[in-house]
């Protein structure tokens, strides 16, 4: 799924060729199956860790090829974002050490990666979604320049026709207009892989599907995204639409996202999963193709199915289903894609063997879950996991509605902590990280709840660019000291941190939770405003956003000096606002827009995006921020 050497689907006889061998592979697949060449009998473990790389502002930097020239570890690799990086684990027989074993190999990599980012004046954060990632680090100059994803970009763009578009409800509310595929670099997780052999992929498949909502609700680590506090694993939300390559036309018929959970249990082989998803999804990238692959299986030899697993690597179920061969050997692994990368190590060990626990405890329990439970009450308990992650609610045995962190202390612990003991985990690994589970289960401590309490602490002490900053210094702090969640304590404010940082530019201070008026509104209104809310300026705006004007308090007192106020209930705003006022983008320097206010004698600068009204800036924001400013010298100066 890492394969680079690929190509963007351009050419009509490229994709016949391509879609060719995807066929053909496929039937060597099935032809493997028949004669049972793929590995059976062995249970082994494997993990995926994503991380952040941030600056000493702790926002995201873009020095991922430098860390990874310094780590030279061929484990180590990049991601989309060039503030991502991705190590690969060690496979594992799930027996004996195999856990604590992970957790070791887990530490080593967090340790290096930390040592070689601290060369490159970075540093390691490990979060499913990094509170501090604007809309502005996710240009495509923030891309690693690899052909791999500059194709998937021009492929996904192609198919859709229009920038991608959603909006996300949580405590706020997230309206998301962009323009590329980077979205998809707002995520990391901890992704974890299962091998199993081909004669129970189907039941273990539909287990790691019905066990992967409680999982999520007790590891969720992902509620905020730009500034914004949204569900406790935003990821899942984020994800589905940042690659979302749907045009509106497709998305109104009912076209799935190639980012999804499914829609049904599988019945009887993992070619069932590459059928759907080839017959869903357009081919998008294609790359050379091996010869023959069904002589390749007739000898006995193990095709490497190049077509078939670049397709798959474009469809992101969230267990997905996975070919390899190792050694000469092939096998089948589920890869489960939900869990977050952190808050910190031993969490993400503690994620993983809750889930390795539950797909052996729940293979000896059931001997087919479809019996048990219904495929639509199994895809609800994944999206209510995902938006209130432990406080949510769980369909589960029996018509049972129980909420997840009764279920899962009371039965899914016990039954992850049965299906260890049985396959042969060491009891000592077993009871630490189970231990770790239930603690954060028991205390409602996940890593979701940590950030959204602490920033609920915060309240409005400083800018929410400062507050968001707060949370990330504190996180990556407390995950160096390696204590699990439940022993952290809450981010505060802090007035030690170097804030020139969040002054940079006007979108980290400008005031975004505006009143306003239209400009047939009477000035009436826009007076009472201006005195409720004790504002000097109201900015004015048609009915679709787009700002029209700006009614100022200087505006009223020349009215008043007419004598007009008594028949302002008559007056239109129209007739009295500055129409076409100055205005700055977000992303437009501070410096700059204290020069413009300063040289045209302005109180206020709206801020615009797009045509539509996003900020305003006033006097009294850039007094503020040059206080600040003017403090942090004489500090430095001393």
């Known amino acids: 799924m890492g394969e680079q050497n690929v190509r963007l689907n351009t050419e009509e006889s490229a994709s016949q060729e391509f879609m060719k061998s995807l066929l053909v592979e496929v039937q060597a697949l099935e032809r493997m199956l028949e004669k049972g060449m793929i590995e059976s009998g062995k249970r082994r473990i494997g993990a995926e860790q994503e991380m952040f790389l941030v600056n000493r502002a702790w926002k995201p930097t873009l020095t991922a090829l430098e860390v990874l020239e310094k780590l030279n570890d061929e484990r180590f690799t990049h991601e989309i974002g060039l503030f991502n990086l991705e190590a690969n684990f060690d496979v594992r027989d799930m027996e004996g050490k195999a856990l604590s074993e992970m957790e070791a190999e887990a530490q080593e990599i967090y340790i290096k990666a930390r040592k070689a980012a601290a060369e490159c004046e970075s540093e390691i954060a490990l979060v499913g979604i990094l509170p501090t990632i604007t809309k502005e680090n996710l240009g495509l100059d923030a891309m690693v320049p690899t052909v791999r994803y500059k194709a998937l970009n021009e492929a996904l763009r192609r198919l859709r026709g229009e920038d991608f578009q959603f909006t996300i409800n949580g405590i706020d509310q997230l309206n998301v207009k962009h323009d590329n595929v980077m979205l998809e670099a707002c995520n990391t997780s901890f992704q974890v892989h299962f091998q199993t052999g081909p004669e129970e992929f189907p039941r273990l498949y539909n287990i790691a599907q019905a066990v992967t909502a409680p999982l999520m609700a007790a590891a969720c680590n992902s509620p905020v995204l730009w500034g914004r506090r949204l569900w406790h694993e935003s990821r899942i939300a984020v994800f589905e639409h940042s690659i979302d390559a749907r045009s509106e036309a497709h998305q109104k018929r009912g076209l799935k996202s190639r980012v999804h959970f499914g829609d049904r249990w599988i019945d009887e082989s993992v070619v069932e999963i590459f059928k759907e998803d080839i017959a869903r999804f357009r081919v998008i990238l294609t790359t050379d193709t091996e010869d023959d692959p069904m002589g390749k299986v007739e000898r006995g030899e193990a095709p490497e199915l190049n ?45 993983a063997t809750f889930f390795f626990g539950l797909m052996a405890g729940m293979a000896e329990q059931f001997d087919d879950v479809r019996a048990h439970f219904k495929f639509d009450e199994v895809k609800a308990n994944f999206l209510a996991a995902a938006r209130d992650g432990i406080r949510a609610q769980m369909n589960w045995l029996n018509d049972q509605h129980r909420p997840a962190q009764d279920l899962i202390l009371n039965q899914l612990l016990p039954m992850a902590r049965e299906g260890l003991q049985a396959t042969g985990i060491d009891q000592d ?89 239209r400009p047939d509104d009477i000035v009436d209104f826009a007076a009472t405003l201006m005195d409720w809310r004790h504002v000097r300026q109201v900015p004015v705006e048609d009915n679709e956003g787009r700002l029209v004007g700006l009614v100022s308090h200087r505006a009223l007192l020349r009215l008043v000096a007419k004598g007009g106020i008594s028949g302002a209930q008559k007056v239109s705003v129209r007739e009295i606002m500055t129409a076409d006022p100055i205005t700055v983008a977000p992303d437009t320097r501070t410096v700059d827009a204290i020069r413009m206010m300063r040289e045209r004698q302005l109180a206020c600068l709206p801020v615009v995006e797009n045509d539509k009204l996003v900020g305003l800036v006033t006097e009294h924001d850039l007094i503020v921020v040059s206080s600040h400013l003017l403090e942090r010298y004489l500090a430095d100066e001393q």
Not at 307 to 327: E, P, S
Not at 446 to 469: F, I, K, V
């Open 429 to 517: 690994d077993i009871d630490t990280y189970l231990g770790v589970m239930e603690r954060r289960v028991a205390e409602r401590r996940t890593g979701a709840r940590w950030a959204l309490e602490s920033l609920y602490e915060m309240g409005e002490e400083g800018t929410l660019d400062q507050r968001l900053r707060c949370l990330v210094s504190s996180m990556v702090q407390q995950q160096v000291e390696g204590k699990p969640i439940t022993e952290w304590t809450l981010a505060t404010y802090s007035e030690e941190l170097d804030w020139r940082e969040s002054y940079q530019h006007v979108s980290q201070f400008m005031a975004t939770d505006l009143f306003t008026v």
């Open 307 to 351: 077509a078939l697993r670049l397709h798959n690597g474009t469809v992101y179920r969230w267990n997905r289903a996975c070919y390899g061969v190792h050694k000469g050997v092939p096998h089948l692994r589920i890869e489960n894609r939900v869990i977050p990368s952190g808050p910190t190590v031993i969490d993400e060990i503690a994620n």
